[in-house]
């Protein structure tokens, strides 16, 4: 004899997936290195030399802050995230896939999926 009596629920589970829009720097783009030298300049720029107290050292870090959020907002580029993204994605796949889609040659499509295939696998590694 049982001394309780079990229970069956069954909840319903939708697959949903709300898409993500983030802000975004290709590696080894022009864009990267505009970035790099806008932080490197106005970063250098930066005056630390009274740094006395503690609301002079504040002004620097809040500075510090605009100066890097001012040059992510010029560089960067939307990018919407969905459940079809390839994260993995670099430049290399790119300039190989747009030179088949001009050539429509074999070689150059075997050289897209040789190159798609490394980058994933470095990648994912």
Known sequence: MLDHA?????????EQYADVHRCSISKDSKKEKSFI???????????????SDTKSLENVVDLFAYIIE?????????VN???HSKCWWDT???????????TRN???WKQF???V????HSFFN
């Open 117 to 120: 295939k490394s980058t994933k």
């Open 106 to 108: 074999v070689a150059d």
């Open 70 to 78: 001012r040059a992510w907002d010029e560089n960067s580029k939307i």
């Open 37 to 51: 030298k806008d932080l490197i300049k106005d970063i250098s720029s930066i005056d630390i030399s009274n740094l």
């Open 113 to 115: 999926k040789s190159t």
């Open 6 to 14: 079990p229970l069956t629920v069954t909840i319903p589970i939708e």
């Open 81 to 83: 995230i969905s459940r």
């Open 92 to 102: 290399s796949c790119s300039r190989d896939l747009e030179k088949y889609r001009l």
